[in-house]
T-cell receptor
């Protein structure tokens, strides 16, 4: 399973776009990139998943360059409620999937 | 409707006691998991069951014994509780083969 590296923390202000980058240099050919969000005192929540190029849903966008050694989660126009820990995970989604969570990025959104 | 539920939400107990945490999912998923999140907030998988069969068993003490009476339930029983067992325990579920997991609200276990 590929190891991931993310910034420990980030600060932003309401209305700004936030980009969180994750490095995964030894990503395998079959691996997908998945992001989860965790609010205090809650379980993690799936945000988005992608394999290459760009994926967008109602919550976020995920940008993956051609070499797939990194990925960037983009949160448009954050609000205070986006304050949470964001985890980047890399792995093959098939089979009995064992998610490996790193330390995550603690995002603080300020008024 | 709650997708993945856990009971109790809080559990405070003495060292040496035996306790259980229950988990239920109403999503029709085939696979269920138990994770432990320690005080440093690292989230680690403990067990995974698929259709009531144990699939993943990480290196956890054998004091921890998961039980799956049916594929909608995965309970965690802990014998002879120790101080180091204090943590938040999360149950999760997913469709087989999917990395999109749905987590429960967590059970905060405090061992005194």
């Amino acid at each position: 399973l590929a190891k991931t590296t993310q910034p420990i923390s980030m600060d932003s202000y309401e209305g700004q776009e936030v980009n969180i980058t994750c490095s995964h240099n030894n990503i395998a050919t079959n691996d997908y990139i998945t992001w989860y969000q965790q609010f205090p005192s809650q379980g993690p929540r799936f945000i988005i998943q992608g394999y290459k190029t760009k994926v967008t849903n109602e919550v976020a966008s995920l940008f993956i360059p051609a070499d797939r050694k990194s990925s960037t989660l983009s949160l448009p126009r954050v609000s205070l409620s986006d304050t949470a820990v964001y985890y980047c995970l890399v792995g093959f989604p098939g089979g009995y999937n064992k998610l490996i969570f790193g330390a995550g990025t603690r995002l603080a959104v300020h008024p | 409707d709650t997708a993945v539920s856990q009971t109790p939400k809080y559990l405070v107990t003495q060292m040496g006691n035996d306790k259980s945490i229950k988990c239920e999912q109403n999503l029709g998923h085939d696979t269920m998991y138990w994770y432990k999140q320690d005080s440093k907030k690292f989230l680690k998988i403990m067990f995974s069951y698929n259709n009531k069969e144990l699939i993943i068993n990480e290196t956890v003490p054998n004091r921890f014994s998961p039980k799956s009476p049916d594929k909608a339930h995965l309970n965690l029983h802990i014998n002879s509780l120790e101080l180091g067992d204090s943590a938040v325990y999360f149950c999760a579920s997913s469709q087989e083969g999917s990395s999109k997991q749905y987590f429960g609200p967590g059970t905060r276990l405090t061992v005194l």
